[in-house]
């Protein structure tokens, strides 16, 4: 039975996943579009809102190339409310965005979009330079004197904490790569479609210890739509429905100066204080996996593990594979299927919560999915439910 005060993830759509595709990110993200406008049996003209991570962002077009104004010019969309912006809990905040603005009645279906082009960025520089700085200013100015000027180097030492402080090996950590490398085989739409083995992973280069080079995702192309539609307007959907339960985010600092713990267990302690689901009650996780330690932090903050107990929780792989008591990351997470940058996580709660997985769908009738984003600095979490 169906709220009418509530908010409901109904038609989902995802453009063509690759790396330096030659179509423009406008037209991928309308290809999503109208994927999933077909999904949910909708029209444009029925969209009333539009909301993505995080508006476009000119001084770094290949990571964010398309704003809610263009995709709103390009469609004709008849907006009442839109939203666009980075300084909010992480990638599916703007999720959360379009849940507060169907409950205080802005608007009735709001489409959700992520689009990335960082791969053909970097192969086309002269369309899509990347900005050139002669100083160090903001918070950079606390990591590049310290060579830290990448993410894995940030991560790292959250990894060392547990591998120094909880006992965290490699072969465990190796557990997420591989599962969503083995996922990947099983999604047409994958990027990565190579198997992945333990001796492959252990023997790969360190990129900053212990996270090595099959920790990390890979730039990617695409585009990810989510349409959040209110519980009375259902009647106009022709898909079925999936419940938005609950959600958390959590900001720190939007930096990573000093912060004792990642946002990923705040905002996963938050999640459970919203809803009367509890971490036994889900069937399947889909977790940000930017890096595979971020992963085993979201394992942790929503507690379907003990803090420090990350690792030997995924030991073997067994727990969190396609078969295990908690399938994991199913269309390959960012490492094997793409890095759509959180969206991906929240599709595919929908797709399996739908039972329309194919080769990579979970055994039984799934009803209740966690996905999240982000867990750095910032972080969000959705509780989705088949109700």
Same mark, same amino acid.
């Given at each position: 039975?169906?709220?009418?005060?509530?908010?409901?993830?109904?038609?989902?759509?995802?453009?063509?996943?690759?790396? &330096?595709?030659?179509?423009?990110?406008?037209?991928?993200?309308?290809?999503?579009?109208?994927?999933?406008?077909?999904?949910?049996?909708?029209?444009?003209?029925?969209?009333?809102? $539009?909301?993505?991570?995080?508006?476009? $962002?000119?001084?770094?077009?290949?990571?964010?190339?398309?704003?809610?104004?263009?995709?709103?010019? @390009?469609?004709?969309?008849?907006?009442?409310?839109? @939203?666009?912006?980075?300084?909010?809990?992480?990638?599916?905040?703007?999720?959360?965005?379009?849940?507060?603005?169907?409950?205080?009645?802005?608007?009735?279906?709001?489409?959700?979009?992520?689009?990335?082009?960082?791969?053909?960025?970097?192969?086309?520089?002269?369309?899509?330079?990347?900005?050139?700085?002669?100083?160090?200013?903001?918070?950079?100015?606390?990591?590049?004197?310290?060579?830290?000027?990448?993410?894995?180097?940030?991560?790292?030492?959250?990894?060392?904490?547990?591998?120094?402080?909880?006992?965290?090996?490699?072969?465990?950590? @190796? /557990?997420?790569?591989?599962?969503?490398?083995? &996922?990947?085989?099983? &999604?047409?739409?994958?990027?990565?479609?190579?198997?992945?083995?333990?001796?492959?992973?252990?023997?790969?280069?360190?990129?900053?210890?212990?996270?090595?080079?099959?920790?990390?995702?890979?730039?990617?192309?695409?585009?990810?739509?989510?349409?959040?539609?209110?519980?009375?307007?259902?009647?106009?959907?022709?898909?079925?429905?999936?419940?938005?339960? @609950?959600?958390?985010?959590?900001?720190?600092?939007?930096?990573?100066?000093?912060?004792?713990?990642?946002?990923?267990?705040?905002?996963?302690?938050?999640?459970?204080?919203?809803?009367?689901?509890?971490?036994?009650?889900?069937?399947?996780?889909?977790?940000?996996?930017?890096?595979?330690?971020?992963?085993?932090?979201?394992?942790?903050?929503?507690?379907?593990?003990?803090?420090?107990?990350?690792?030997?929780?995924?030991?073997?792989?067994?727990?969190?594979?396609?078969?295990?008591?908690?399938?994991? &990351?199913?269309?390959?997470?960012?490492?094997?299927?793409?890095?759509?940058?959180?969206?991906?996580?929240?599709?595919?709660?929908?797709? /399996?919560?739908?039972?329309?997985?194919?080769?990579? /769908?979970?055994?039984?009738?799934?009803?209740?999915?966690?996905?999240?984003?982000?867990?750095?600095?910032?972080?969000?979490?959705?509780?989705?439910?088949?109700?």
């Amino acid at each position: 039975m169906t709220k009418t005060n509530e908010a409901y993830i109904t038609g989902i759509g995802q453009s063509e996943i690759g790396q &330096n595709l030659q179509r423009h990110p406008l037209l991928l993200t309308v290809d999503a579009v109208k994927e999933a406008l077909a999904e949910a049996g909708l029209s444009i003209h029925q969209i009333d809102g $539009v909301s993505t991570y995080p508006g476009r $962002v000119p001084q770094m077009l290949g990571f964010s190339p398309i704003g809610a104004d263009e995709l709103i010019d @390009a469609l004709g969309i008849k907006a009442t409310w839109y @939203a666009g912006g980075g300084e909010i809990s992480s990638q599916l905040g703007a999720v959360v965005a379009a849940v507060g603005a169907i409950r205080s009645g802005q608007a009735r279906h709001v489409i959700c979009y992520r689009t990335v082009y960082e791969a053909a960025a970097m192969a086309r520089p002269d369309e899509y330079p990347m900005p050139r700085r002669d100083r160090v200013e903001g918070s950079a100015q606390w990591t590049a004197p310290f060579n830290a000027l990448s993410p894995a180097t940030w991560f790292a030492q959250y990894a060392m904490r547990h591998v120094k402080k909880y006992g965290l090996t490699r072969e465990q950590l @190796a /557990q997420i790569a591989l599962t969503d490398r083995a &996922n990947a085989l099983l &999604n047409p739409r994958a990027l990565v479609k190579k198997p992945l083995s333990l001796d492959e992973y252990m023997s790969a280069r360190m990129v900053a210890d212990p996270i090595c080079l099959y920790d990390c995702d890979r730039f990617t192309d695409a585009s990810t739509v989510l349409i959040v539609s209110a519980g009375d307007a259902l009647d106009e959907v022709t898909c079925t429905p999936i419940r938005i339960v @609950a959600m958390a985010g959590s900001v720190d600092r939007h930096s990573w100066d000093q912060a004792e713990w990642m946002a990923s267990y705040a905002t996963g302690r938050d999640l459970w204080q919203r809803t009367d689901y509890t971490p036994a009650d889900v069937d399947t996780a889909q977790l940000y996996d930017g890096f595979s330690f971020l992963t085993l932090t979201w394992l942790e903050g929503l507690g379907f593990c003990e803090v420090g107990e990350g690792g030997r929780f995924i030991e073997g792989g067994k727990r969190i594979a396609l078969d295990g008591e908690l399938p994991l &990351n199913t269309f390959g997470g960012q490492i094997g299927g793409g890095r759509l940058h959180g969206f991906g996580f929240a599709h595919e709660a929908v797709v /399996q919560l739908r039972g329309l997985g194919g080769d990579r /769908q979970i055994k039984g009738d799934p009803k209740v999915a966690v996905a999240t984003s982000g867990g750095g600095p910032l972080a969000t979490a959705l509780l989705l439910a088949r109700d």
